[in-house]
């Protein structure tokens, strides 16, 4: 099911709204829009939690990546 979300815009805005709704589907634009943004929202947020996790392992033990490189070239 479907629910309207109303957005407030000034005069001027809302004229140049109409003398361009032949050229543009406002809806879908506006759908499109709120869709990226929340997509952004929550990767950021899934992000920040990756970090916070990352952070509170204390890292790698000391000389890891040493001997990871190590490995790597002795094995290829």
Same mark, same amino acid.
């Given at each position: =099911?479907?629910? /309207?979300?109303?957005?407030?815009? %000034? *005069?001027?805005?809302?004229?140049?709204?109409?003398? #361009? &709704?032949?050229?543009?589907?406002? !809806?879908?634009? /506006? @759908?499109? #829009?709120?869709?990226?943004? /929340?997509?952004? /929202?929550?990767?950021?947020?899934? =992000? &920040?939690?990756?970090?916070?996790?990352?952070?509170?392992?204390?890292?790698? !033990?000391?000389? #890891?990546?040493?001997? %990871?490189? @190590?490995? *790597? @070239?002795? %094995?290829?």
């Amino acid at each position: =099911m479907s629910k /309207i979300i109303a957005v407030k815009v %000034s *005069d001027e805005l809302k004229k140049k709204v109409d003398k #361009f &709704k032949d050229k543009i589907n406002w !809806p879908e634009e /506006i @759908r499109l #829009f709120i869709e990226r943004k /929340i997509r952004e /929202i929550e990767a950021q947020e899934k =992000m &920040k939690d990756i970090i916070e996790d990352i952070e509170k392992t204390g890292g790698v !033990p000391k000389g #890891f990546s040493v001997l %990871s490189v @190590r490995e *790597d @070239r002795e %094995s290829g």
